[in-house]
């Protein structure tokens, strides 16, 4: 069975430029996760998607970040402008049921 | 903000000895899972422990949780090289009535030296 997929897996931007991640949840799994991971630090929950519906966005800074989920497959998070302070790993997760969450290899994003 | 707090934040211990990871939290929960994550990499699940459980093994680990203390511990049995990675503990439960979510610690980084 195929893994949770992540692209890219390197990402080197300026502040203000525009950044955008791609996700491919494990077949099946109707849930899906993104998190940012900031160096030292565990996961925190940006946007948790059922299907196509977002369920909890409740952490994600929406004056800059943005996330969607098409056809309740594949998903990308998007940062418009960038920040210095985004600069971190951000997770993709996903499930068919509350429990384990499978996790990709993550993106590590870099602001200059 | 992060719901489990482990302790120690590293540990560092020779090939053979055993490691021991400690996880506090402080809301109710449904389960308490552990992940490990090696460097650059995603998180991968170890074990998860449900709120009505007191102890589980999986191979070379050994969880335990004490939910009238809101405190939970992963032991790492004769440890090897290989176990080199970040361990987080994560709380699993219920907000808004049906969504289910993890709340992550800030982990433990375990360095086995050969």
């Known amino acids: 069975e195929a893994g949770v997929a992540q692209s890219p897996r390197y990402k080197i931007i300026e502040k203000r430029q525009s950044v955008a991640f791609w996700c491919n949840p494990i077949s099946g799994h109707a849930t899906l996760y993104w998190y940012q991971q900031i160096l030292g630090q565990g996961p925190k929950l940006l946007i948790q998607f059922q299907n196509n519906g977002v369920v909890d966005d409740s952490q994600l800074p929406k004056d800059r970040f943005s996330a969607e989920r098409l056809k309740g497959v594949d998903s990308t998070l998007k940062i418009q402008p960038a920040k210095l302070e985004d600069s971190a790993v951000y997770l993709c997760?996903?499930?068919?049921?509350?429990?384990?969450?499978?996790f990709g290899a993550g993106t590590r994003l870099s602001v200059l | 903000s992060q719901q489990g707090e482990e302790d120690p934040q590293a540990l560092s211990i020779q090939e053979g000895e055993n490691a021991t990871m400690n996880c506090s939290y402080k809301?109710?929960?449904?389960?308490l899972q552990w992940y490990r994550q090696n460097s650059g990499r995603g998180l991968v699940h170890l074990i998860l422990?449900?709120?009505?459980?007191r102890e589980k093994h999986s191979g070379r680990l050994r969880v335990t949780l004490d939910t009238s203390k809101k405190s939970s511990s992963l032991l790492i049995t004769a440890s090897r090289a290989a176990d080199t990675a970040s361990y987080f503990c994560a709380t699993g439960g219920y907000s808004g009535g049906s969504n289910y979510k993890l709340t992550f610690g800030k982990g433990t980084l375990l360095t086995v030296n050969p």
């Open positions: 809301t109710s929960i449904n389960n």
């Open positions: 422990i449900r709120s009505n459980e």
């Open positions: 997760a996903s499930t068919p049921r509350p429990g384990i969450q499978y």
